[in-house]
């Protein structure tokens, strides 16, 4: 069975440009996170989606938003990037949410964005 | 909010040592408690998980770990670790709602052959 997959592994893009990150879950998972790994640091918390709605968000600011679709696909999408968001950029699926039971996410490889 | 400290950055250990790698946790509520391991060139994946009963937990590969809640502590273990142990390895509580992780920064684990 297919993992999560992200795309592209690995982008470059400048200051103020805007970038799309897409994540595919794991066949019959519904639940979608998204977290940011700097460089030297754990995953940070962006946003998690369940069946196409927000239901719960990080401390990102505005720049940072995402969506599910219908077959619980998910983008994330960043505009006016700066230097600092220059990160390893993680989508996690689950079967369902809250996690409370199962407590699993099942990570993909990332997506490596880099600005310069 | 939650947070989540893990105080050995880089631990370098020659094969069949012990290992034990420390994770804090800064929530005063019912925690559920995970360790994640991330080898070169991988995804992270999960490596075990406390949710409640016995403190001591059992995971995957010989690994354990035991929750302390008097000390908010999480601690990782493993009696004799092997050069296949080389990756990273990171603790992280569950948010409060359930729908979010709290990590730590990651402890890199090199094990020498």
């Known amino acids: 069975d297919a993992g999560v997959t992200q795309s592209p592994t690995h982008l470059i893009k400048t200051r103020g440009q805007h970038v799309t990150l897409r994540c595919s879950p794991i066949?019959?998972?519904?639940?979608v996170s998204w977290y940011q790994q700097a460089l030297g640091q754990g995953p940070q918390f962006i946003f998690q989606y369940y069946e196409e709605e927000e239901r719960q968000r990080g401390n990102f600011p505005d720049r940072f938003s995402a969506r599910q679709f219908p077959n619980y696909s998910s983008e994330l999408n960043v505009n006016a990037l700066l230097l600092g968001d220059s990160a390893l950029y993680l989508c996690a699926s689950s079967v369902r949410e809250p996690f409370a039971n199962t407590g699993e996410l099942f990570f993909g490889e990332g997506s490596r964005l880099t600005v310069l | 909010a939650q947070s989540v400290s893990q105080h050995n950055h880089h631990v370098i250990l020659s094969e069949a040592a012990s290992l034990e790698l420390g994770c804090n946790y800064s929530?005063?509520?019912?925690?559920?408690l995970f360790w994640y391991v991330q080898y070169p060139g991988q995804h992270l994946q999960l490596l075990l998980k406390y949710f409640s009963g016995d403190p001591l937990v059992k995971g995957i590969k010989g690994f354990e770990a035991e929750f302390i809640k008097s000390k908010f502590s999480f601690n990782l273990r493993k009696p004799s670790v092997q050069w296949s142990d080389t990756a990273e390895y990171f603790c992280a509580v569950m948010g409060e709602n359930f729908n979010k992780f709290y990590f730590g920064s990651g402890t890199k684990l090199n094990v020498k052959p």
């Open positions: 929530y005063g509520g019912t925690v559920n």
């Open positions: 066949s019959g998972h519904k639940s």
